[in-house]
């Protein structure tokens, strides 16, 4: 609650300024901690206040938009039950015209289809319950394709695969039923990926980060890896959370 700022959002650090990203992930970690009585009014027009007339969100005061900022906007404000006041319609109009001819999601209208837009994308829409308005056949065989020989994930064609695209690929496609992938090499990748100390990194033999451990985990629970909670693909929180949040 120390990066609780005076307009409403929430910081990375106490003495940094509010952003959108910060104040999605201090809703959530204050679900997980059955806390959300602490989010005041304050917070709630915060995040109203950074809707463009669009349809697009902006992350903070100085007005960048981005398709993270839409879904933490619609993740933050489901989490909190007055998802109704933000213009989901708008919202919705916009994010369709995001979807490119490969069938993802770029972070704007016209830009280049990525893993994590497009989760950002289909969470949303998910979560407003529009998935319906996405060619899910046409997305699924492009996040497909993601998968390596190696068993990992890229995020975009030519790329490394990333530990945390375990997250932001399966994530859609379980959101959209379309997990077309082969789970036992993910699992694999990711089990290779961690230290003999402890965490995951991005990739085998790389420094293990607390970021990548969590979507590696995440991935895992995915996967059905024995004695982790099942997370639920459109908050990446536990599914019994968002159960006892009634989402």
């Given at each position: 609650?120390?990066?609780?700022?005076?307009?409403?959002?929430f910081?990375?650090?106490?003495?940094?300024?509010s952003?959108?990203?910060?104040?999605?992930?201090?809703?959530?970690?204050?679900?997980?901690?059955d806390?959300?009585?602490?989010?005041?009014?304050?917070?709630?027009?915060?995040?109203?206040?950074?809707?463009?007339?669009e349809?697009?969100?902006?992350g903070?005061?100085y007005?960048?938009?981005?398709?993270?900022?839409?879904y933490?906007?619609?993740?933050?404000?489901?989490?909190?039950?007055?998802l109704?006041?933000?213009?989901?319609?708008?919202?919705?109009?916009?994010?369709?015209?995001c979807?490119?001819?490969?069938?993802?999601?770029?972070?704007?209208?016209?830009?280049?289809s990525?893993a994590?837009?497009?989760?950002?994308?289909?969470?949303?829409?998910?979560?407003?319950?529009?998935?319906?308005?996405?060619?899910?056949?046409?997305?699924?065989?492009?996040?497909?394709e993601?998968?390596?020989?190696?068993?990992?994930?890229?995020?975009?064609?030519?790329?490394?695969?990333?530990?945390?695209?375990?997250?932001?690929?399966?994530?859609?496609?379980?959101?959209?039923?379309?997990?077309?992938?082969?789970?036992d090499?993910?699992?694999?990748f990711?089990?290779?990926?961690?230290?003999?100390?402890?965490?995951?990194?991005?990739?085998?033999?790389?420094?293990?980060d607390?970021?990548?451990?969590l979507?590696?985990?995440?991935?895992?629970?995915?996967?059905?890896?024995?004695?982790?909670l099942?997370?639920?693909?459109?908050?990446c929180?536990?599914?019994?959370?968002?159960?006892?949040l009634?989402?």
């Open positions: 609650m120390e990066c609780l700022k005076e307009d409403g959002g910081a990375g650090y106490p003495t940094h300024d952003h959108l990203l910060f104040t999605l992930s201090a809703i959530q970690i204050l679900a997980i901690y806390s959300l009585d602490l989010i005041q009014e304050k917070t709630i027009q915060f995040i109203l206040d950074l809707q463009k007339e349809g697009s969100v902006a903070d005061k007005g960048e938009t981005d398709t993270r900022f839409i933490c906007a619609v993740s933050a404000l489901s989490i909190l039950g007055c109704e006041r933000l213009n989901t319609d708008r919202i919705t109009e916009y994010l369709v015209k979807q490119n001819f490969d069938g993802g999601f770029g972070s704007v209208i016209n830009a280049e990525h994590g837009q497009i989760f950002c994308a289909v969470g949303a829409l998910k979560i407003m319950n529009n998935l319906h308005l996405v060619d899910c056949d046409r997305l699924g065989w492009w996040l497909s993601r998968q390596l020989d190696s068993g990992g994930l890229n995020g975009r064609p030519e790329k490394l695969p990333d530990v945390c695209y375990s997250w932001w690929v399966l994530s859609s496609l379980e959101m959209i039923d379309r997990v077309w992938i082969d789970l090499k993910l699992s694999g990711i089990l290779r990926c961690q230290d003999e100390n402890g965490g995951i990194s991005d990739r085998e033999g790389n420094m293990v607390v970021f990548h451990t979507f590696g985990v995440c991935g895992l629970s995915f996967c059905g890896y024995e004695g982790l099942a997370v639920d693909p459109r908050y929180l536990p599914l019994e959370v968002t159960r006892r009634g989402l």
